[in-house]
């Protein structure tokens, strides 16, 4: 049952964020006294999505590290400068709206990227590399990342960002690696199929309560607000086209593309929520919470265009991306 009820869920994903979030919007009166379990149901889903890792991945990819590189540098180089250019053409000024565009590109990239990279027959140890690298250092690179692009114009607490980072991420992808590397594997296959669905139900309560709390700033629907939206959607739609670009040009095996695509597009954009209504003014979480409601249709659309390049390219018609 528990196995069918997580297929079920994995089909509606793409629906399943947006839905929360409007839902999270209309029920912020009954909503926004559950607000304080948000880190704890998000530590959960990590440590449930991290169950499937260990620490020999590591050891499986370091022969090939350049996927990894090449990854990181467009999630954590190229993406934000990126997300802080088009924010200052798009938003001139509103410091709070830039800050929530490049949050949006500066927090890790998304466990469920493990989802889609298994779908589309993509390197299944170096996605559950990138994640683990990228999670591990996330409590230095966000701090870092907002402070180098916004500098002291936001007031955060950064001590307790990382501190935030940790519990919330570090600690639990830790710990299952851990139980996974000591028990042999045994873990996961006896729990991992057992807690997905309770994991990606998570998703959606975190989405839902996070929808709670900016409330106030999606439901006076203005011009603005559309402009974010429209915004953000670009952004975080050039961030896949930019990922399988660099990968096209510069990784031949399919699998790997595949992998770069995913785990370089997406965002662990629950995370980024929490952080952005946790440490930020509310007005900077509006950008990344909008962002909850594209991702998942985004990842979907571009599996779908993996999935049609490759039968051109297996079938031998010309490459359109040749020179």
Known sequence: MLQKLNKFLEKIMPILTPISVITGVFLSAYLED?????PWIFAFMTFAGSLGSNFRSLKDVAAHPFPIVMAMLILHVFMPIWAWGVGHVAFPG??????????????????TSFIWVSIYKGNIPMVLSIILIDTLLSPVIVPFSISFFVGQTIEMDYLDLMKGLLLMVVIPSILAMLLNQLTKGNIHQQWGPRLAPFSKMGVGVVVMLNGAIISPYIKDFNLKLMGIMSVVFFIAMTGYIFSFLFGRFMIKD???LVTVTFSAGMRNISAGAVIGVTYFPASVAVPVVIGMLFQQTLASL????LAWYHHKKSSGQDDFFAA
């Open 34 to 38: 559950f607000t304080y379990l948000i």
């Open 254 to 256: 399919w699998d790997n």
């Open 302 to 305: 571009s599996g779908h265009f």
């Open 94 to 111: 509103d410091i709070y709206t830039i800050t929530g565009l490049i949050l949006v590109m500066v927090i890790p990239t998304g466990i």
